[in-house]
Nanobody, 120 residues
Framework: QVQLVESGGGLVQAGGSLRLSCAAS?????????VGWFRQAPGKEREIVTA????????YYRDSVKGRFTISRDNAKNTVYLQMNSLKPEDTAVYYC????????????WGQGTQVTVSS
């Protein structure tokens, strides 16, 4: 079992920055599984933003966030971070982190989400 808790969301003006954190706990060894960040805007489907492997190899950024968002992980703290710079109103969404504990590309465990709102 894995429990994930996101934090760091909030209201920011366009062009600003936020850093989201995803703290993991549970019986699975954090350093052994991949983590992804997803987001869901009102009226839209959930989409993947970025993902990182257990060894901190970044495997994916969606095009719209490349050059602005950075994913990283600190296995000593059981935490994955999402640094978001140059935020745009279209980045407004609930952001979720999720864990892929089997290395299958399927995310079995999800956090509760944190709201990010970017004002224009």
């Amino acid at each position: 079992q894995v429990q994930l808790v996101e934090s760091g969301g909030g209201l920011v003006q366009a062009g600003g920055s936020l850093r989201l954190s995803c703290a993991a706990s549970g019986r699975r060894t954090f350093s052994r599984y991949g983590v992804g960040w997803f987001r869901q805007a009102p009226g839209k489907e959930r989409e993947i933003v970025t993902a990182i492997t257990w060894s901190a190899g970044v495997i994916y950024y969606r095009d719209s966030v490349k050059g602005r968002f950075t994913i990283s992980r600190d296995n000593a703290k059981n935490t994955v971070y999402l640094q978001m710079n140059s935020l745009k109103p279209e980045d407004t969404a609930v952001y979720y982190c999720a864990a892929d504990t089997e290395g299958s590309g399927r995310y079995e465990y999800w956090g509760q989400g944190t709201q990010v709102t970017v004002s224009s």
